[in-house]
């Protein structure tokens, strides 16, 4: 299952790399305010689902751009084609594929592909996470005042604003930094990998996460909502660090103004 996700992965990037070099000659509509999808979105979206369903054509599929078939099945594929679609419409380098599949709910098998930098992170349930075949950790830093964070600023539901900048004044005082790249399954990725020692969004849909969420957990981390329980990808509240800064982090998002 995941050398399947790999192979439909790559095909996306390859699809997305070469249309990077034209970005003026694309179609692109506006799904919402702040939410754009292109050709690009949608061509990737149709090559990782066509070759899914050759492979495994019972399994349901959930989708940023076609949405759900068959979600009521015991597996399920959770994709995001294009992940960061306004920086790539921008040739802002920081975009992927992400392809999570769930069993039963529960993430198993996960992949997200950064074709600008050309890194492939896997993960299996059980069997730990690897960027290009080498097995990745989450940081070790036990102190927030040591930690540098990653975000996403709220662009759809633009009403949590107010809430999230609380939030952003909160962990900007108690950390050593904060980054928003704009790609939250590459941010998860970069948990797991140890380049930033946690995450946290709200306003997320179960395709930004899927494969994330994984990848943090194989890797040592702990992700949950913002209570530290499950159910973040019906929330689309996340937070994702390693095990010592945790419970920390989330009391600090916790925190009034």
């Given at each position: 299952m995941l050398n399947t996700a790999v192979k439909a992965a790559r095909k996306a990037g390859t699809l997305i790399s070469r249309a990077s070099f034209d970005i003026d000659k694309l179609n692109v509509r506006r799904k919402r305010q702040n939410d754009f999808v292109s050709e690009v979105d949608e061509a990737a979206e149709e090559a990782i689902i066509k070759i899914l369903r050759e492979t495994y054509p019972s399994h349901g599929i959930l989708a940023e751009e076609s949405g759900s078939h068959g979600t009521d099945a015991e597996y399920v594929w959770v994709?995001?084609?294009?992940?960061?679609?306004?920086?790539?419409?921008?040739?802002?380098?920081?975009?992927?594929?992400?392809?999570?599949?769930?069993?039963?709910?529960?993430?198993?098998?996960?992949?997200?592909?950064?074709?600008?930098?050309?890194?492939?992170?896997?993960?299996?349930?059980?069997?730990?996470?690897y960027l290009n075949d080498r097995r990745i950790r989450v940081t070790r830093t036990d102190k927030l005042e040591d930690a540098l964070m990653a975000?996403?600023?709220?662009?759809?539901?633009?009403?949590?604003?107010?809430?999230?900048?609380?939030?952003?004044?909160?962990v900007t005082k108690a950390t050593s930094g904060i980054r928003r790249p704009g790609a939250a399954a590459l941010d998860l990725a970069w948990v797991a990998c140890g380049r930033v020692d946690g995450f946290w969004e709200i306003?997320?849909?179960?395709?930004?996460?899927?494969?994330?969420?994984?990848?943090?957990?194989?890797?040592?981390?702990?992700?949950?909502?913002?209570?530290?329980?499950?159910?973040?990808?019906?929330?689309?509240?996340?937070?994702?660090?390693?095990?010592?800064?945790?419970?920390?982090?989330?009391?600090?998002?916790?925190?009034k103004g």
């Open positions: 994709i995001d084609p294009l992940d960061g679609t306004t920086n790539f419409l921008h040739g802002f380098p920081q975009y992927c594929v992400s392809i999570g599949l769930l069993h039963k709910g529960k993430p198993t098998q996960a992949v997200v592909y950064d074709p600008n930098r050309n890194e492939l992170f896997t993960a299996s349930k059980g069997v730990g996470a975000t996403g600023f709220p662009f759809r539901e633009v009403e949590h604003l107010d809430q999230y900048l609380t939030m952003f004044r909160n306003g997320l849909s179960p395709w930004d996460m899927a494969a994330g969420a994984l990848l943090v957990r194989e890797a040592g981390g702990l992700i949950g909502d913002l209570d530290g329980n499950e159910g973040f990808l019906e929330s689309g509240r996340v937070v994702a660090t390693n095990a010592k800064l945790f419970s920390a982090m989330l009391q600090l998002l916790k925190q």
